[in-house]
């Protein structure tokens, strides 16, 4: 098993930077990709980032590349999502997930962190 654990969210004002981390542990040695996603008040979880486990490879939604980083460290198996020029409608609950199998369905989910970017 693997369990994912987010942290780094909190209130900022619109314009502002917030960097989210996700810490795995357990059999981590399973995971290919890790990605972010984020679920707004009354809205479907949305795709927001993703990395491969080399870190070669990230992917983005559209509403996001140019202004968020995904990034990793290995070495303490922890990703990372750096939010630049927050705007109101980022304002979500982001998670963390992470699959074993690349083109798979992500089977490992963290509890989420709440961001809240205020006008």
């Known amino acids: 098993q693997v369990q994912l654990v987010e942290s780094g969210g909190g209130l900022v004002q619109t314009g502002g930077s917030l960097r989210l981390s996700c810490a795995a542990s357990?059999?981590?040695?399973?995971?290919?990709?890790t990605a972010w996603f984020r679920q707004a008040p009354g809205k479907e979880r949305e795709f927001v980032a993703a990395?491969?486990?080399?870190?070669?490879?990230?992917w983005y939604a559209d509403s996001v590349k140019d202004r968020f980083i995904i990034s990793r460290d290995n070495g303490k198996n922890t990703v990372y999502l750096k939010m630049n020029s927050l705007k109101p409608d980022a304002t979500a609950v982001f998670y963390c997930?992470?699959?074993?199998?690349?083109?798979?369905?992500?089977?490992?989910w963290g509890q989420g962190t709440q961001v809240t970017v205020s006008e």
């Open positions: 997930a992470a699959r074993g199998i690349t083109s798979g369905p992500y089977n490992y």
């Open positions: 357990g059999r981590t040695s399973v995971i290919s990709n």
């Open positions: 990395i491969n486990w080399s870190g070669g490879r990230t």
